[in-house]
């Protein structure tokens, strides 16, 4: 019997994503926090960009929750003027969340980045009449896309010492493939065995995680750690739709916390003191791709499946000695 599909233990199903949507809006109207206006409009916008650009359910529900959220900083959209618009964007700056901390310049870029495209959807279809070459001058803030420094990075080291510390061929072939393929851990958690193809030099794995485009990853480090695996799988079926990882002593697959959590103690037994996430593997691999020189249009087709990303800058963590060697090297 097939397992079902279990994507959702890694995220809302888009389902959900709507429902999560339908939510804000209602529990806006609610809290008075917005009017019957305003949700008619933030809805008749979001659908339309949802049927023209295709944009999936996770953006439906995040661009809906910060037009939603912007109206704690201006008055009812139809309402406002360019002064009230240019007050909103001001006051954000020094905005603090629930907690107390300050909003971080990426919340802040896309809530400007947001907000600029919704009015001038308004402006195009009369519910404005702010004018369009005003709201096209707003600027948003540079996104900060060093998100991580090179020291909150793990080294080809600590990956090795990981490894050595692992107690399951299991854990091994994770946090493997998870480095050195640059997985996200709902496609690793995903996986089924049909997808893996073993060659005479490597593992060939085809994924159709977050971007919805595949991704041709070839593993060669992790061949061997995944062959052992295989062959202590529980029940022997480690083929077609069987998901590749199980949680211990169960014919289930895994579940995020468990994966998370069992990082972070093999961690600890390698001595890392380093703050340990399912995403720290694919940033690290993705910069030490970058600093042993393979192409950009590699790394952004095995990583992304695209060669057009723009998210190849987020990733380019390099050292002051990245720096010092490539400078010594040049001067001979």
Known sequence: MHQPVTQERFHPSAQKYYGYAKNIIARGLEEKRITDDDAKLIQEYVGEIASTSSISAGR???LTSILTNWREYIRPYRSNTISDVYRGINVLRDARKKDGAPLTQNTRADYVKFLKRFYLWLIENKFSEIEEKKIRKITPPSPNLMTKTAEQLLTGEEIEA??????????????????EGGFRISELGTLRWKQVKVNEWNVAINVNGKTEKTRYIPLVMSKSYLAQWGN?????????ESFVFLTDGKNIPLQYRGIAKQLAIIAKRAGIKKHITTHIFRHSRITHLMQQGYSESVIKKMMWGNITTKMFATYAHLTDSDIDDEIARKQG
Do not use: N
Not at 169 to 178: E, G, N, P, T
């Open 162 to 179: 990981m490894l050595k510390k692992c107690r399951t061929s299991r854990d091994r072939a994770l946090i493997s493939m998870l480095y």
């Open 232 to 240: 202590e799988y529980p029940g022997g079926a480690a083929s077609g």
């Open 60 to 62: 439906v529900f995040k």
